[in-house]
């Protein structure tokens, strides 16, 4: 069922309309960019809907901007809003959390912290790839559309069926813990994912991420939502075997 998004200054019939209207919002905007104060009017009525609403307005808000999140580990593409405060100091946000206006999930938190754990190593393995398999005007098919991408428009994933949920469940039952026991930081300041309190366990779950994900990722369309019927083409298509690169032991 449809949840409507209610900013007593606007109101959306559903959250993907709510959707399609903060993110052409955010891509108008330039890195650095101050938000006009007919944008941010809507904003600070958004910000009222975040799960952590106290702490990202702080002292009070003075103003919004837009800048590369906080973990942006060079990835150009990413972008998200910015709080300044009127003491100075500055946090992100996400519109789609306030716009879904409750708490991730601690395992969406887990899987997030576990992303940015073999995050380089991911990164260097779709640098490679893409060079191995660009063409003359620096793009390359996407198995699943056959539209072709250029580097910042490609997403690495985990090819099915060791998908990333399920190398997550089988590190957290490795290690008898759950979803809600695993030992994450608390949310803070100029953070966007959580990170493992236990520094024994990044070593720990880099080797097993490694063994567990059949060793090879795969390019696609970041742009492009996977249906589960998308999904099981994918482990049978021609062009997904070609575009996989083996993850490097560190």
């Known amino acids: 069922m449809a949840k409507p998004v209610d900013l007593g200054i606007k109101y959306f019939d559903t959250q993907k309309a709510a959707i399609a209207f903060f993110m052409p919002m955010l891509h108008s905007y330039r890195r650095g960019q101050r938000v006009k104060d007919e944008d941010a009017k809507f904003l ?28 942006d580990h060079g990835d150009l593409s990413q972008r998200c809003f910015w709080i300044q405060r009127t003491d100075g100091s500055q946090t992100d946000f996400s519109y789609r959390n306030c716009i879904k206006g409750e708490p991730p999930s601690m395992k969406i938190l887990v899987m997030g912290a576990m992303r940015d754990c073999v995050r380089e190593e991911i990164t260097e ?20 559309t056959g539209k072709w991408i250029s580097y910042w428009e490609t997403h690495a994933d985990h ?54 994900s059949a060793n090879h990722i795969v390019l696609t ?22 575009a996989t690169l083996h993850l490097r032991a560190s």
């Open 159 to 212: 090819q099915a069926p060791m998908t990333s949920e399920v190398i997550a469940k089988a590190c957290i039952d490795s290690h008898q813990l759950t979803w809600e026991t695993f030992p994450l930081s608390k949310s803070r300041d100029c953070q966007s994912a959580a990170t493992f309190t236990d520094p024994d366990l990044i070593p720990k779950f880099k080797d097993f991420h490694r063994r567990m």
């Open 44 to 71: 600070r009525a958004l910000i009222e809907r975040h799960p952590g609403r106290d702490q990202k307005i702080g002292v009070g808000i003075d103003f919004f901007f837009k800048d590369a999140p906080p973990d």
């Open 125 to 144: 393995a779709r640098r490679v790839l893409f060079d191995d398999l660009k063409n003359e005007e620096e793009k390359i098919q996407c198995p699943a």
């Open 221 to 242: 369309d970041k742009n492009r939502n996977l249906s589960e019927g998308d999904k099981h083409r994918l482990r049978t298509n021609k062009k997904v075997r070609q």
